[in-house]
């Protein structure tokens, strides 16, 4: 089956620490995408990748650091910088340029970090 | 600044009627609107994708309206269900390089 996973499920951190979420997709998209979803606020961007070896920060990138060495592979870092790290996490992909959906994404099910 | 609004507030349907939720965006003119299903703990799922020069898009009972004059789109779920309750969210396109702006959701809560 086709998709996007995301682990853990759920992660806890302690201050000061920086810890990695994984997100992996067998979609054979370029574009690849990490969210924060907070409380009553739209999702936000952290940072984007259009191609490998390539990415973008987004609205939100400062404490927070991303690697695409793979196509399939868009691993977060949520670093010790992050002041308020508790949320939850999305990672999703999308194959631009490909016909009419042209950025339709695709979710993961999601990472939820709680920093103790 | 780029802005999407959705209600806030839980919007209640009995069962069977129609649920109508809305989208208004301002400083914008997106060539894409999407709507997203997002269960409890989930991803969002998409469900549907209008542009700027369509002014409605069904599938099955799902219905969704643009109207880039008043800068709103409205999305309506027909003969609702129970199953239908979750968050909804509304997305507008961003530029070339694909990024979206999310509204913050409405709630939906089917009553049977």
């Known amino acids: 089956d086709g998709g996007i996973t995301q682990s853990p499920k759920y992660l806890f951190r302690k201050e000061g620490q920086n810890v990695t979420l994984s997100c992996e997709q067998n979609?054979?998209?370029?574009?690849m995408y990490w969210y924060r979803q907070d409380p009553g606020q739209g999702l936000r961007l952290i940072y984007y990748s259009q191609i490998v070896n390539d990415f973008q920060k987004g609205d939100i990138a400062e404490g927070y650091s991303v690697s695409r060495e793979k196509k399939e592979s868009f691993p977060l870092t949520v670093t010790s910088a992050q002041k308020n790290p508790t949320a939850f996490y999305l990672c999703a992909s999308s194959s631009p340029g490909t016909g009419g959906l042209t950025d339709t994404q695709y979710f993961g099910p999601g990472t939820r970090l709680t920093v103790l | 600044s780029q802005k999407i609004e959705q209600n806030s507030e839980a919007l209640n349907i009995q069962e069977g009627k129609t649920a109508t939720l809305t989208c208004n965006y301002t400083n914008y003119s997106p060539a894409y609107l999407q709507w997203y299903r997002q269960d409890p703990g989930r991803g969002p799922v998409f469900l549907l994708l209008?542009?700027?020069n369509e002014k409605e898009k069904r599938k099955e009972r799902l219905k969704v309206t643009f109207d880039t004059t008043l800068k709103q789109s409205l999305f309506h779920i027909t003969a609702s269900q129970p199953a239908d309750s979750a968050t909804y969210l509304c997305a507008l396109v961003r530029g070339s390089n694909y990024q979206l702006i999310w509204g913050a959701g409405t709630k939906l809560i089917i009553k049977p």
């Open positions: 979609l054979n998209h370029d574009a």
């Open positions: 209008i542009r700027e």
